[in-house]
């Protein structure tokens, strides 16, 4: 059934909420999920990150009304969850009325996060926002290591207060490892780490950058 969304201009586009067929035989499935990046800001240096070397000014960032128009053309296209990231999506003063737009906007929402910049008083208002998921990426199983390389004293120490918040809060807690040469050997000790702080799902990722 085509969706009409109203785009930029004030007029009315349909979109269609299903496989699209560009051709006979090429189809396009509605996209699931959208990766919203609300920044490149982090306070965190992890030396793989892929944070453009240039990054956006904080002004050329979109604004809280732009990214709710886009989470309801999103669900309009058939989207069901957004992954609210960054750099460090903590970084924005606006989060908790993103989320709240997204949740309006009938998305699961997902927060991508190092953890720091997120007090336990920001998540309980993403909770009340409608914040569905917490996603907390670790640079290792060794606190030492973990904020050498997270480029970040007390990094750690931030990780494990949050992820027990989330815990606290309810929510599905996502523990994320990039794994590398300097944290390689302790995999185990980092999956042994994420379900001492709740998770239930873990995700091993290597390095791509
Ligand atoms: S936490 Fe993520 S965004 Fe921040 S420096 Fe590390 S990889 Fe980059």
Redesign the pocket.
Known sequence: MPLPIENDKGRTEHWINGPVALSSSTIVHKPLGLLAELTHR?????P????PLAFDAREDELDTATWGRIFREAAGLGVLQVHLS???PGARRDLVDITAGAHTAGLYTNLIT?A?GITAKTLGALTEAGLDHVQI?I?DSNAASADHI??YDGAFARKRALAAEVVRHKLPLTVNA?VHRANIDRIGNMVDLALGLGATRVEIAHVQY
Request: aromatic share 6%.
């Open positions: 982090c306070p965190l240096g992890c793989y990150c892929s944070n960054g750099g460090e190092s720091v990426s640079q997270a480029g990039v």
